[in-house]
């Protein structure tokens, strides 16, 4: 199950969220954000009181151990900030330069913090992902910190929710509600502009649909997988808002970025070749031999 929910994950980041967000030209990043929170707290409600965990709530979100979660709650919300400045500022490379190191970083972290050995064809595969970024770094001539503080910051989200054991609608519950102070702050100091039509009232309703499943099937996974096998997995998002970009969109494929695809994808296929591999079973444990003399009287 948790390959199935990371890959909905992230197939939802690389086709339905942007496409989604594309259809809300009209209004302001940051309103979209606010948005997100607003609807997405209201959704993650109904789902609380209809799976009757809401009363869970108070007592589980007491423990000290989930008090990490207002951490979570700030990284995430710096991510998104982050990158709605990229795209306003004309930074998109940058962004999408951090989405391809953040894979990256998650197996770091998985090799440092939380001791997951890597195979030599895992060993292989990160060093192909890992050549394709280099490439793309090569090929934007510097590497930005908006790109490094974009593939840390969800990286290190990603770690606490495997290490705080929650459900994920609780955990991702008290992550929207404290962040919901501040947005309603910011619509009520900056409301959505006028002349909306109900289609996109709709739209902006739906993001906490797009904003919250995401990030619940993204929380599963990490409390089932390996934090480096939800890395490699991640550049499934880049990937598919590639072709998005291309197929949909009619922009065009730089050489160097095909490239880039291309390394990262051979990765992807040698991690999954291992994964696929049958493995010995172990053997079990031999009886010890009796010595003549020792048998019981």
């Known amino acids: 199950m948790g390959l199935i929910y990371a890959l909905g994950a992230f197939l939802s980041w690389g086709l339905v969220v942007p496409v989604h967000f594309r259809l809300l030209d009209g209004v302001p990043a940051w309103g979209i954000l606010a948005h997100r929170i607003v609807w997405s707290g ?21 423990e000290r151990r989930h008090a990490f979660l207002l951490l979570s709650a700030l990284l995430i919300a710096g991510n998104w900030s982050l990158y709605l400045w990229a795209v306003q500022n004309g930074r998109m490379l940058d962004a999408s330069l951090g989405y391809f190191i953040n894979p990256l970083v998650n197996v770091a972290l998985g090799a440092l913090v939380l001791r997951e050995a890597l195979r030599p064809l895992q060993l292989a595969a990160v060093a192909l992902a890992a050549l394709g970024v280099v490439a793309a770094v090569v090929a934007a001539g510097s590497l930005p910190w908006v790109a490094l503080a974009l593939a840390i910051s969800f990286a290190i989200y990603g770690l606490i929710r495997k290490l705080v054991p929650i459900d994920p609608i609780l955990g991702l519950g008290a992550e929207t509600f404290a962040l919901l102070p501040l947005a309603l702050a910011y619509l009520a100091v900056a409301p959505t502009p006028p002349g909306q039509g109900p289609e996109q009232w709709l739209l902006l309703m739906l993001t906490g649909i797009t904003t919250a499943v995401p990030l619940m099937w993204f929380a599963a996974a990490a409390a089932r997988l390996k934090l ?70």
């Not at 209201?42 to 007491?62: K, N, Q, S, Y």
């Not at 550049?235 to 095909?258: D, K, M, N, Q």
């Open 228 to 297: 480096s096998t939800i890395g490699l997995l991640q550049y499934i998002s880049p990937t598919c808002l590639l072709g998005l970009s291309v197929l949909a969109y009619g922009e065009s494929l730089p050489l160097s970025r095909a490239l880039v695809f291309g390394l990262i994808w051979a990765g992807l296929a040698l991690y999954a070749l291992d994964a696929a591999r049958p493995r010995p079973a172990a053997a079990p444990a031999r009886e010890p031999v009796p010595v003549p003399g020792d048998e019981p009287a």
């Open 42 to 62: 209201l959704f993650i409600a109904v789902l609380l009181v209809a799976l009757r965990l809401l009363r869970r709530g108070p007592r589980i979100l007491l």
